[in-house]
């Protein structure tokens, strides 16, 4: 188990699984790191972290590119844009990534969190999905989706999002994963 004092949750704060995942590191006394923008509406307000522009900039992505990747449309509008600026902060902070949400047939994940999922693929981290609709966790194994039981979480840098409509066994998946994970 890992000293909670040692380790830092990378997130954005946003309501639903990122808020759910930081009320838990404060309780288990985790440090937190949100990344956020000028304009963004985060739920959570510890450890805020407002990126500037330049540094928005530093991880700009081809939309097109994007949508062609995930198969999907996405909107030009600057808000989403820097939206995905700041989950490739998140992503690029931690040495493992823990998401919630839905895995796709096409083996993306649902909605603006599957890029989080698909950066950590494209950045080669430990990437472990919790899958509301199956209710169970999944590894990405460069491949494919691979069912485990029980994740833990391993390093001290870790990052952590998902979706904003959270179910009861989401939070339930997140609560049980940090006590396996951290000592009290």
């Known amino acids: 188990m890992l000293d909670p004092k040692e380790c830092i949750l990378y997130s954005g704060g946003a309501r639903g699984a990122e808020a759910v995942f930081g009320r838990l590191a404060e309780e288990f006394g985790l440090q937190e790191v949100n990344y ?58 931690g040495h493992e990534v823990f998401v919630v949400g839905t895995i796709m047939d096409d083996h993306t994940v649902k909605g603006g969190t599957g890029w989080g999922a698909e950066f950590a693929k494209i950045c080669n981290k ?45 939070e339930a998946a997140i609560k049980a994963l940090f006590e396996r994970s951290f000592s009290r």
């Not at 530093?58 to 097109?64: E, F, P, Q």
């Not at 198969?71 to 509008?77: E, F, K, L, Q």
């Not at 472990?128 to 840098?157: C, L, M």
């Open 36 to 93: 956020s923008f000028e304009g963004h509406q985060a739920e959570r307000s510890r450890g805020v972290r407002v990126l500037t522009s330049e540094e928005l900039a530093l991880k700009d992505v081809s939309l097109t590119y994007v949508s062609r990747l995930m198969n999907r449309s996405y909107t030009s509008a600057p808000l989403f844009r820097k939206v995905l600026q700041s989950i490739c902060w998140q992503v690029s902070s």
């Open 126 to 170: 430990p990437l472990f999905v919790f899958d509301q609709d199956r209710g169970s966790w999944y590894r990405w194994d460069k491949a494919q989706w691979q069912p485990v039981e029980n994740p833990v979480i391993t390093h001290r840098h870790f990052t952590a999002t998902g979706t904003r409509f959270m179910q009861a066994d989401g």
